[in-house]
């Protein structure tokens, strides 16, 4: 909890400190599209993993550097996580398995911005690491054959305790990504790679990262 305190005042600082030398400020939300890599002994638990739909929100700030080169950064929160949908038949016998983990993250980019203008229209690609740390979360499961459902709902512990916790807080990676500012309106298309194994248990080679795929519509105040 301390950890998840830290980072939340510092990336309220950090967007607060760089808006004062900000070229401009944007509130921006959209679509999440996630999944989760998870693997054990060199066999992978993805195979069936299906793309998790979910969100993101937040502000980040522009901070100019030289020419076409800026610096972005900001806090978001954003959603991490997988979705399963099996159904498996055998001697007339069917078994549906559904489940689905969603997480949420504070996030904070820290994004090298090259920024061209055409015409009315300006046009940017960004590249650089983020660092989240995972807020809260939730996983459910729904088994249903031969007419009966089991299901079942918990909530995501994290921590390093294999023993005691599902994941690991602290996410961090590389983002890439491009958009478009037309009049202040943004569009933007990023795809987060996770590069922290987040997985709460180590042994057996276990690893466990976040892959995002992120489409935002956002406004942009200030700037030329």
Known sequence: MRLLIKLALLAAVVTIATSALAQSVALKGGLNLSIMLINVNDDSFSDYF??????????TVDVPVAGIFSLETGALLSTRGFRINEKETSDGYTIEMKETMNLYYLEVPVMAKLTFDVGSVKINGILGPYFGVGLFGNAKLELSGGGETFKDEYAIHWGSDEAEDDLKRLDYGATIGAGVDISGVLLG?????????????????????????AISVG??????
Do not use: C, M, Q, W
């Open 189 to 213: 298309v990023t795809y987060n790679y996770g590069l922290a194994n987040i997985s709460a248990y180590t042994e057996d080679g276990a690893t466990t990262n976040n892959r995002t795929l």
């Open 219 to 224: 406004y942009r105040f200030g700037g030329k």
């Open 50 to 59: 299906k793309l998790n739909p979910g969100f993101h929100v937040g502000a």
